[in-house]
């Protein structure tokens, strides 16, 4: 039986494939969500990046740290990303967490674990960042805790995904307009259940990080509840 189901899972994969290809969502060409030459052109960030919020800074700054994180007191150790939110990759996101297109989670969970292969990020454990209830019974699904799983059978970190959750109801970041407002909009918006993360080296799992406020205030948290050190593994920045 144990070498029958992998052939059944395969054979269900190929006729789903027939039945429904993928299709380039930079270009339209079959075969994959990410062609290879639309991988090729993601706007990838290079160094010297904010060691903080990860955001490039200036190759002839001396600044150790960008003027968003500068003086700022953050309980985030950093936050980590491969790409900047723009073209493909922009696009990509939003049909993954917008339009239901769950099928991406696999494609752009291998993009992160490539990165995290070359820039390992310290942690034991994975967490995906919650959604509150309402947003998830209007979404369907937590974008991130697809990410989260994806990047565990990729990885061999443990997830946990249902201790941190989230227990205030905001509008999307995305229409907050300042660094100062996104970080009010997120005080005590999370809480631990337990305190399975004691001790724990974490490693928050997102999308998209634009301010870095949501992942810092869920860093907060996860520190009170015992966290060791919290860090951000994001798929990209929102410049």
């Given at each position: 039986?144990?070498?029958?189901?992998?052939?059944?899972?395969?054979?269900?994969?190929?006729?789903?494939?027939?039945?429904?290809?993928?299709?380039?969502?930079?270009?339209?060409?079959?075969?994959?969500?990410?062609?290879?030459?639309?991988?090729?052109?993601?706007?990838?960030?290079?160094?010297?990046?904010?060691?903080?919020?990860?955001?490039?800074?200036?190759?002839?700054?001396?600044?150790?740290?960008?003027?968003?994180?500068?003086?700022?007191?953050?309980?985030?150790?950093?936050?980590?990303?491969?790409?900047?939110?723009?073209?493909?990759?922009?696009?990509?996101?939003?049909?993954?967490?917008?339009?239901?297109?769950?099928?991406?989670?696999?494609?752009?969970?291998?993009?992160?674990?490539?990165?995290?292969?070359?820039?390992?990020?310290?942690?034991?454990?994975?967490?995906?960042?919650?959604?509150?209830?309402?947003?998830?019974?209007?979404?369907?699904?937590?974008?991130?805790?697809?990410?989260?799983?994806?990047?565990?059978?990729l990885s061999g970190l443990p997830v946990?995904?249902?201790?941190?959750?989230?227990?205030?109801?905001?509008?999307?970041?995305?229409?907050?307009?300042?660094?100062?407002?996104?970080?009010?909009?997120?005080?005590d918006a999370f809480a631990c259940r337990?305190?399975?993360?004691?001790?724990?080296?974490?490693?928050?799992?997102?999308?998209?990080?634009?301010?870095?406020?949501?992942?810092?205030?869920?860093?907060?948290?996860?520190?009170?509840?015992?966290?060791?050190a919290v860090r951000g593994l994001v798929?990209?920045?929102?410049?």
């Open positions: 039986m144990l070498t029958v189901l992998p052939r059944v899972a395969k054979l269900k994969r190929a006729a789903l494939d027939l039945l429904f290809p993928q299709w380039c969502i930079g270009c339209g060409k079959e075969g994959s969500y990410i062609c290879g030459s639309c991988r090729r052109s993601l706007k990838t960030i290079i160094p010297p990046v904010c060691p903080r919020c990860g955001r490039p800074l200036p190759e002839t700054s001396s600044a150790a740290e960008c003027s968003n994180c500068a003086g700022r007191l953050t309980s985030i150790a950093s936050i980590n990303a491969p790409f900047l939110f723009t073209g493909v990759i922009r696009d990509a996101v939003h049909e993954f967490k917008y339009r239901n297109l769950r099928a991406l989670g696999p494609e752009l969970a291998q993009l992160l674990f490539e990165y995290f292969r070359v820039n390992p990020v310290p942690g034991d454990v994975l967490v995906p960042l919650p959604l509150h209830p309402k947003r998830f019974k209007e979404r369907g699904y937590n974008q991130s805790a697809v990410l989260g799983r994806e990047l565990g059978k946990i995904g249902d201790c941190l959750i989230r227990t205030k109801f905001i509008n999307s970041q995305a229409r907050s307009a300042g660094v100062n407002e996104r970080h009010n909009n997120v005080i337990d305190g399975r993360l004691n001790g724990r080296q974490v490693i928050l799992i997102d999308d998209v990080s634009t301010s870095g406020a949501t992942l810092d205030s869920c860093a907060g948290t996860l520190k009170a509840a015992g966290a060791a798929v990209a920045l929102e410049l």
